[in-house]
């Protein structure tokens, strides 16, 4: 084998001994579809993959994907840089197509079963998806971008799912590295509504990524508080700005309950403050905020009475 290119195995399992031909061209299609704008997406303006498919057996497809440069100056740098195939190999697996990763976009899919709850960016390059029952996976950078992009997850459907659900007599579908047993990915037929389900939830472009930042030795005025002890919708000012947000300190709260402080607008309060960013798609949302501790309270001055003088 050329050291720029990879054979992937491409299997339907069950009984595969008649495959009608104009159902399978479009799942073909979809794969190189799906490898090619995969490798764009998380490459940008990087080698392109070359992709060619041949019968390998009933069932079966090769896949040959072969790295190609650009340009007389990328086939220059391609002898400098790091083998071809890692290229291929490290795209295939962040698409799922092959294992290797610990989540790819085809494992993310099926394990979500519909729209995320939430995705908080977590550290570079690591982003937590968060299911609606509430169960949490860490994902690489590069498979959120896949998975935000419609036409990949389409396509990963068009691969796995449609097959499936065109011929009853397949029972999976298979991706491997051929010789590289390790490398299997198996989608099943009980599989098969997850991915669909993920489809019908709409673009992950619409789901909130949170990313939390924590402010220490913050500065804020009082401006309005529910002084019953109620820990939500306090706002403060900071500056020119109003913060608006919840108090997570249970003794600030029974002190302000208890009357021991009243707050005034000229107060200063030292806290600890929790800022959640928020983007949904390309739209940057208002944050949120939480002050986790009041480090210190210093009462403002003390407001003079006005004395009103006896009548004669």
């Known amino acids: 084998m050329p050291d720029n290119q990879i054979n992937l195995v491409y299997k339907l399992n069950g009984d595969v001994r008649e495959v009608d ?25 990087g080698r392109q993959i070359g992709v060619n498919v041949k019968p390998f057996r009933e069932g079966s497809f090769i896949v040959d994907l072969t790295v190609f440069p650009q340009s007389h100056l990328q086939q220059f740098l391609d002898l400098l840089s790091t083998h071809p195939v890692d290229q291929i190999k490290t795209v295939l697996e962040w698409i799922g197509l092959v294992a290797g990763t610990p989540f790819g976009a085809v494992q ?16 570079p390059g690591e982003l937590r998806y968060t299911a609606v029952d509430d169960r949490s996976i860490t994902v690489a950078g590069p498979v959120h971008k896949l998975v935000s992009n419609s036409s990949i997850t389409n396509n990963i459907y068009r691969v796995y799912g ?9 029972s999976d579908v298979k991706t491997y590295i051929e010789d590289h047993g390790e490398s299997e990915v198996v989608v099943t037929r009980d599989e098969v509504p997850a991915l669909k389900e993920y489809l019908s939830q709409g673009e992950i472009q619409g789901t909130e990524i949170v990313k939390e930042h924590t402010h220490s030795g913050v500065y804020l005025n009082p401006k309005r508080g529910a002084f019953d002890g109620d820990p ?13 947000a919840t108090i997570k300190d249970v003794g600030f709260l029974e002190k302000c309950a208890k009357g021991e402080y009243r707050l005034n607008h000229s107060d200063l309060l030292i806290v600890d403050l929790l800022e959640r960013q928020r983007v949904e798609g390309t739209t940057v949302l208002k944050p949120v905020y939480e002050i986790l501790r009041v480090t210190n309270y210093v009462r403002g001055p003390e407001q003079s009475t006005l004395e009103i003088p006896p009548s004669d």
């Not at 449609?162 to 397949?170: C, N």
């Open 21 to 45: 031909v104009f159902q399978l061209a479009p799942t073909l299609l979809a794969l190189g579809e799906l490898i090619q704008e995969g490798n764009q997406e998380v490459n940008p303006g």
């Open 108 to 123: 993310l899919v099926k394990w979500l079963k519909g729209k995320p709850k939430s995705v908080e960016e977590v550290g």
């Open 162 to 170: 449609a097959p499936i659900e065109r011929q009853e007599s397949i």
């Open 232 to 244: 939500r919708d306090w706002s403060f000012r900071r500056g020119g700005e109003i913060v608006v």
